[in-house]
């Protein structure tokens, strides 16, 4: 998880000092302890990025933008640029057909359940506390698909239980 806070809120985004402060009081600096990044840190944080870099955009325009603009990051920095180059050569379904079952995150109840729903469209199912926002998920996801070398549509449904969500991706 402190990578994608790297990646999202030092990398992506200018260090304005307004900005910087803001995500100084809700808990994160860029050299915060991997403890201090929680889900429920990031939506926060990404509230702060969005309202701060993006409050003349829908909240759902705004979020998707952050959410490709964290994968964009991602596939620039050290950690990501050996994965992105094999994103092309896997394609969007044998990238979401090595996705381990369920992905849960260290110390949070947030799982993330893939299912192939047909030869080119799965379901990601978001399950859990803290909720991740729905239209962030949605950018990241389709950004990682067009880096895939396909055309994305990503649909966003209720799941379940309160905060629970679906991505339906197909492309």
Request: charge should be neutral; hydrophobic fraction near 45%.
């Amino acid at each position: 998880m402190p990578v994608l806070f790297q990646c999202l809120f030092v990398d992506a985004l200018p260090s304005e000092p307004e900005y910087v402060a803001a995500l100084r009081e809700a808990g994160y600096t860029s050299s915060a302890a991997a403890s201090a990044c929680t889900v429920r840190r990031f939506a926060e944080c990404l509230e702060i990025a969005r309202r701060h870099f993006y409050g003349h955009r829908s909240v759902e325009e705004a979020q998707r933008h952050l959410g490709e603009l964290m994968v964009d990051a991602l596939v620039r920095s050290s950690t990501g640029r050996l994965a992105a180059a094999t994103l092309g050569l896997l394609g969007p379904g044998r990238l979401l057909a090595r996705l381990p079952p369920t992905y849960a995150l260290p110390n949070e109840s947030l799982r993330i359940i893939p299912t192939q729903r047909g030869p080119r469209a799965w379901s990601l199912a978001f399950q859990g506390e803290p909720a991740v926002p729905t239209h962030f998920a949605a950018g990241a996801v389709a950004e990682v698909i067009r880096r895939c070398r396909a055309s994305p549509a990503v649909e966003i449904e209720p799941g379940a239980a309160p905060g629970d969500f679906d991505l339906l991706v197909t492309w």
